[in-house]
T-cell receptor, first 117, second 110 residues
């Protein structure tokens, strides 16, 4: 159980394009999902917390107008990288926590590798 | 910000126990310790978590010191497929966020 699916797994696009990444919890409901970014040979960096039915909260230094997050249902959050540039190339990973007790772990998707040419 | 420190890398012989330490000296009373691992180009995989008692599941054991300032993840019989970066994370029960540290690169060698 507790499977999180990300789509697409890899995307290559031209500079200036907007890219949407989907994160779905397949067998559980999640009021909260998280988005991370990981550059090569670095650790995961939390970008934002996605809350179902309300605005996302962003970590310091993350541009909310650049990284649009929508969490319209209990099983789907989307991250849109707007007007992507080569410096936005990275591995984007989402996670979700099972609705319920506070100490339940987050479950992660397999990530989306974004390459901007 | 990550509240944990881990060694950068460790080696372990295949079939032997891998003991991965983590320091979390500023941990608060309601904060849990979580362990994840990340195999190259994949999302992190949940391993185990605990508050103060030692925990065991089918993947690993988690030993938390009595003062809770450090913990050790034990993989009882490491295999080559256990080669990964292992992350120790501290998170409060009433807060959702995970802040990842640098983790430990475990190299399991034949």
């Amino acid at each position: 159980g507790a499977v999180v699916s990300q789509h697409p797994s890899r995307v290559i696009c031209k500079s200036g394009t907007s890219v949407k990444i989907e994160c779905r919890s397949l067998d559980f409901q999640a009021t909260t999902m998280f988005w991370y970014r990981q550059f090569p040979k670095q650790s995961l960096m939390l970008m934002a917390t996605s809350n179902e039915g309300s605005k996302a909260t962003y970590e310091q230094g993350v541009e909310k107008d650049k990284f649009l997050i929508n969490h319209a249902s209990l099983t789907l959050s989307t991250l849109t990288v707007t007007s992507a540039h080569p410096e936005d190339s990275s591995f984007y990973i989402c996670s979700a926590r099972v609705l319920g007790t506070g100490h339940q772990p987050q479950h992660f998707g397999d990530g989306t590798r974004l390459s901007i040419l | 910000d990550a509240k944990t420190t881990q060694p950068t890398s460790m080696d372990c012989a295949e079939g032997r126990a891998a003991n991965l330490p983590c320091n979390h000296s500023t941990i608060s009373g309601n904060e849990y310790v979580y362990w994840y691992r990340q195999i190259h180009s994949q999302g992190p995989q949940y391993i185990i978590h605990g508050l103060k008692n030692n925990e065991t599941n089918e993947m690993a054991s988690l030993i938390i010191t009595e003062d809770r300032k450090s913990s050790t993840l034990i993989l009882p019989h490491a295999t080559l497929r256990d080669t990964a970066v292992y992350y120790c994370i501290v998170r409060a029960d009433n807060f959702n966020k995970f802040y990842f540290g640098s983790g430990t690169k475990l190299n399991v060698k034949p």
